[in-house]
């Protein structure tokens, strides 16, 4: 099942080892597993394949799997015009099939059945998930599970897997959601309805969604939010809103007298929706019960029984897991994001200068950082000006972020001293007395001469160089007074450098989240941010600000981003 060449089985060098994340989610499939690449090398296997195929894992990693195991009933290797799977695998669809042949390890020859399916590698890539069972004949075997019996299984595992690598890999709650419906909708069931417990204890119907043909419908009349959760009531909701079960339901589950508010809207569902047979599990998470997942069929003839169940709670189960790290995640986000939005300063007002700041937090696939600005009166009348870049994407790294920022202000305000050596009383302080392990930073002081003119004094640890553009578009990095960022405890001296700004010019001070990408050297970042600042020169400084950010950061960085930019008068 292997791409155009052969590459895989005589390659140079070791194969690289598949990820751990792969591999524990291989290893919790329970039958046996192996994942492709977009050629058909096996980049990760479990030990339940290692087993049945009598294979070390490293005669499987960078193998092509189609001449490594697949032979035809005699033992000879099967040309790829024959292989079903390699042909399945090109068309990137899930299919299942029995009686073909893998050569074990030991020379024997093994008579399989298999289910492929596309899969998502650690969000790196596309590639092939491939289960195996030795096949038994019907007649030749009575253990259950065997022959006609293992398919079900092998599409059970399969939607398992996949249950497991798509929401684990988000941490959306809204995301995580769409995509527990797309699993679950059309293939168990003709409807879906997940109900979640707020962290308030109150009870909101996400998402109501049924299949109308390839479309999924969803229906936001029915959903919003739900009376409370009766402590006693029997009916199949309550129970799994508690965690108690999981449980068959239909219509005639709610004609009796309604017992709660939350059954006379079951009642409404299913009167609505037209659901006969529904199965109804608790999502829980290993800290508490968030919600209930009811899967519903109203087209399909067969009901759900008993036997369906253990599937729908793996289902749910693996959803509450998601969701729970998804909640956890959004809440540390939104405290930090909280706390560094209220920390960020206001600009102070300095007759003769325009100042303005931006601040941008990581996209949701990030956690919040310890970008920093500010910019405040000293005690002689200069402006202090600063940009910085606590190491770290949590909430620690916003909480230093606060101190370093409190501190650079005191030492800044009660000692009348350059900025090279402000900041290094500052770097000889934060090892000791903050959490802060490493940090970069611009600390300068901007002020009028007495013949009119403004100049900005300025030390850099560690940081990105400031960018100064003339009112013409002349463009060009401040790389003087440069030194080690902060937080090293290698005590080095720190210099200053000084500027003239001329008429009209702007001074733009960043974070590296302006100008780093994936694929994008620094080098690179810098051109691209000099060449639209210059391009920008004549705009307003609010609309510079704007554009500056619009344009030069990358769609798909990942860092937060801070701004500070000052615009020296006109001439007069």
Not at 146 to 174: H, I
Not at 466 to 474: A, N, T
Request: net charge negative; with cysteine; aromatic share 4%.
């Amino acid at each position: 099942m292997a791409g155009v060449e052969d590459t895989g089985a005589l390659g140079g060098g070791p194969p690289a080892a598949p990820a751990a994340g792969l591999t524990r989610a291989l290893e919790a499939i329970g039958t046996a597993a192996y994942v492709v690449d977009e050629e058909g090398h096996v980049i990760a296997v479990n030990t339940h394949a290692v087993e049945l195929l009598v294979r070390p894992a490293e005669a499987f990693l960078g193998r092509d799997a189609h001449d490594l195991l697949h032979r035809d009933a005699h033992g000879d290797p099967l040309p790829r015009s024959r292989c079903s799977m390699r042909q399945a695998f090109h068309a990137g669809r899930t299919t299942q099939a029995a009686g073909d042949h893998f050569e074990c390890g030991d020379g024997t020859l093994l008579p399989v059945s298999w289910l492929i399916t596309p899969y998502d590698v650690d969000g790196q890539g596309a590639g092939t998930l491939v289960l195996v069972h030795a096949h038994h004949p019907q007649g030749t075997d009575d253990r259950p599970g065997t022959g006609a019996e293992s398919m079900p299984e092998l599409e059970r595992l399969a939607l398992l897997a996949e249950t497991t690598t798509r929401l684990t890999s988000t941490l959306d709650v809204e995301e995580a959601l769409d995509r527990l419906v797309t699993l679950v909708v059309p293939r168990l069931a003709d409807w879906v309805v997940v109900d979640l417990i707020t962290e308030r204890d109150e009870v909101w119907r996400a998402a109501v969604v049924h299949s109308e043909g390839d479309a999924l419908v969803r229906h936001e009349d029915l959903q919003g939010p739900m009376p409370p959760v009766p402590e006693e009531s029997p009916m199949p909701l309550s129970r799994a809103l508690r965690g108690v079960a999981s449980t068959l339901a239909g219509p005639q589950t709610y004609r009796q007298e309604p017992d709660s508010g939350i059954a006379v809207e079951q009642r409404r569902l299913f009167e609505v929706t037209g659901i006969r047979s529904a199965a109804i599990a608790p999502i829980r998470s290993t800290r508490a019960v968030l919600g209930a997942l009811t899967l519903g069929r109203a087209k399909d003839p067969v009901d759900f029984t008993t036997v369906d169940l253990p599937l729908i709670e793996d289902i749910a189960r693996r959803a509450g897991l998601a969701l729970d790290n998804a909640r956890l995640y959004q809440r540390q986000r939104k405290v930090a994001e909280t706390m560094q939005n209220h920390l960020l300063p206001q600009m102070p007002r300095v007759p003769g200068l325009q100042m303005t700041a931006r601040y941008l937090p990581a996209p949701d696939a990030s956690q919040v950082g310890g970008d920093w600005y500010d910019a405040f009166t000293l005690a002689d009348g200069a402006t202090a000006l600063a940009v910085g870049d606590v190491v770290g994407h949590d909430l620690e790294a916003a909480a230093g972020m606060a101190q370093l920022r409190n501190m650079l202000r005191a030492y800044a305000w009660s000692h009348r001293e350059p900025p090279s050596r402000i900041v290094a009383r500052l770097d000889e302080a934060v090892m000791h007395i903050t959490d802060v392990t490493m940090a970069t930073m611009i600390f300068a002081r901007i002020e009028e001469r007495d013949d009119g003119h403004w100049e900005v004094t300025w030390t850099n640890a560690g940081h990105p160089p400031p960018l100064l553009i003339s009112h013409d578009g002349l463009a060009d990095y401040l790389t003087e007074g440069h030194g080690i960022l902060l937080g090293t405890g290698v005590r080095t001296p720190r210099t200053d450098a000084s500027a003239l700004l001329p008429p009209g010019s702007t001074l733009l001070l960043y974070t590296d989240g302006l100008i780093e990408a994936v694929g994008r050297s620094l080098d690179e970042g810098l051109q691209h941010l000099r060449r639209h600042a210059a391009a920008l020169a004549h705009r307003p400084l609010a609309s510079f600000t704007d554009q500056v950010l619009r344009r030069v950061r990358h769609v798909r960085n990942d860092d937060d981003v801070a701004l500070l930019a000052v615009r020296a008068p006109a001439r007069k």
